[in-house]
């Protein structure tokens, strides 16, 4: 697999994270329970891990930006 294919397939696989994370909030009651937190919990670390992997492979395709954070 090239450099291109494997960040465009992190791409997607990122977005498919951040999807079932807005879906997740579509269907989370207004007061969360403690399962509701566990969830949450689980989503936003997988969708984390996943956007590490994307910037990952991004980075190997030679496509990297400065970080806002940064002066």
């Known amino acids: 697999m090239t450099d291109r294919e494997n960040a465009r397939r992190a791409a997607a696989a990122h977005t498919e994270a951040s999807r079932e ?3 997740f909030l579509r269907r989370v009651p207004e007061v969360p ?3 509701h937190i566990a ?9 984390e891990e996943i956007r ?3 910037q990952d492979a991004l980075d190997a395709f030679g ?4 970080s806002i954070d940064e002066p």
């Open 21 to 23: 994370l807005e879906s």
């Open 33 to 35: 329970e403690p399962e």
């Open 39 to 47: 969830e949450f919990a689980t989503l936003l670390a997988r969708e």
């Open 52 to 54: 590490a992997e994307r």
């Open 63 to 66: 496509l990297s930006a400065p």
